[in-house]
């Protein structure tokens, strides 16, 4: 996409040129190569901050999206595949370690000339048993069957905490079943969806024709899917309503659930999907299992059989013959404009991590991550927590009854950091270097079992939800905890050499955005230990909604692309409220830090401040395709990342006070819309 962008407010034009400053040696955590001077800091931080950047790098072809967080995976990738190549040239045909199974399994995967050889083969035992499909009980069986080996057909099925009884797991179903990315491609007549639902026929109707069917036949089969699951869509929720915690929950006992799902008889479904008996289950969204159900018996078997085929064969058409990986590839490069397929390498770290995570990851800890590593990030975190308790003592819109409920709730965050201190245990899975699709199944088979054997449990709070090598943050209303796996704590989001002010403005505001989705929208409607419960008081309830409100009107504002395209500020307002109070938080924990030191000297020209917000916008300096920022813009609660740089720092008075900014300045929102939470 061009790299000039469109503002919310008319800026000053910024030139092309883009270079260091001048007479500046040696730098640390900010490369000064990447700013472009010749743009006014006030008008376009973001172009003032990554112009460089942006002017010198081209977006790779198997990229629809390239930054900061790409160029880390990739030396990350490096590691891991030093890693996996070791252990495949050692892995034996029956691996009985974990290592082994490791090895043997990226051996499998990177054994490109048998999968040539399978073709479709591997899906013809599950093809069967579909075709065999002659009434809605066995529609249902072939359900449980597909949840059982993990590749969720309908609707999505979880052991998840309960959100009102966060200290036990309980059965959850959740909408789904649809191959386009969201419900609104199935319903919008914009030109893109209409587009991408052609595109998305072909992709289908190519694939169910290297299943065997005639082409006119695969061509009516994948109209008669589109249909089906454009049925599925208008019953499903939208992405913003289901940001409402309450409008998915939705726990009764089976029998009841039973009675929102007559040809559904969710004990059975339970049982034979691998879960332990259970008496209850959370049907989020009934209505749309409502509709489901009705459809099992007012759409035609042989429609149902056509799109178990079809989602059963896309599921694993990553691993198959070349056929199936190009078709899926055509309808990637339709959907989100990547140029290549990425090579087989990559694909295959990819899937060794996403099937054998804690494997992968616990021989990249010991490789890159040191214990004192973990000791200064877990510093850093207690850091942002004592900012974060300081300014919820002193927040002027906030009740003392509630705030000393926030207070609790902050103190109660668990600390995840680095990696597990228990990694989890692979000795009933079973690898086959000879046996790919296989491996894939089996893989999500126990990765399944895992999941639904927590049904009924007391829930593990010391559980890992994210592997160690992923490049990448979380925060869980549920578990009311944070976590930052060692993938991210590198460079350039925390690197041990670079200055405290990038420090705080890269790793301290990703931290301080963790902490602040415990008190987003979302995240303010869960207590302490996790449970959904209304701890506010009606009048501060209010003051947050108004104040939130501000943030979503602000983004919805912002445009990408072209005019037409915008930002959806209530999808988005989780991770808006997080930025700015990420920001809000780290920047006073860098301004604690240097309580009673001397003054940081000047670095390359710019103050410690300065420097401070350059970590941020330079954390998300990106290239993206236009295919990939539409449907960003639809399916992603995260804003674009221009938007990531220019929103809450246009907020922040800290911001415009190091870089001098002033009123009517465009990186200045005037106090009247101006938004502040945290």
Known sequence: MPLVRRLLVPAIACLATAGPLAGQGVHRGLDPANLDTSCAPCQDFYRYANGGWLTRTALPPEYPSYGSFTELVERNNQTLRGIVDRLAAAAPATPKTTDQKLGAFYASCMDSARAERAGAQPLKNELDRIAAIASPADLARTLARGHHHGWDPLFNLNGTPDFKNSTSSIAAASQGGLGLPDRDYYLRSDSTARALRSAYVEYVSRTLALLGVAPAAADSEAQRILAL????ARASLTRVERRDPNANYHKMPLAAADSVTPHIAWAALLRDAGAPATDSI??????????ADSLMTAVPLGDWRAYLRWHFASHLAPWLSSPFVDASFQFQRALIGVKEQQPRWKRCLQAANGMMGDAIGQAYVKQTF????RRRALRMVDDLIAALDDRLHTLEWMSDTTRARALTKL????????????WRDYSTLVIDRADLAGNVVRAQTVNTARNLGRVGKPV??????????????????SYNDITFPA??????????????????????????????????DQGRQFDAEGNLRDWWTPDDAQRFKERAARVARQFDAYTVVDSATHVNGRLTLGENIADLGGLKVAYAAFQRSLAGKPRPPAIDGLTSEQRFFLAWAQIWRAKETDQYLRNQVTVNPHAPALWRVMGPLSNLKEFAEAFGCRSG????RPDSVKATIW
């Open 229 to 232: 699951e454009t049925a599925l």
């Open 282 to 291: 959370n049907i989020a969204q009934p209505r749309f299992f409502h509709a």
């Open 370 to 373: 040191t214990a004192d590593a």
């Open 411 to 422: 103190r109660a965050f668990g600390k995840k950091i680095g990696y597990p201190d228990k």
């Open 460 to 477: 593990d709070r010391e559980e890992w939800r994210m592997t160690a090598p992923t490049v990448n943050a979380s925060y869980s209303s």
């Open 487 to 520: 993938g991210i704590l590198q460079a350039p989001f925390f690197d041990p050499a670079a200055d405290d002010a990038v420090n705080y403005g890269g790793m301290g505001a990703v931290i301080g955005h963790e902490m602040t989705h415990g008190f987003d």
């Open 665 to 668: 300045d465009a990186m200045v």
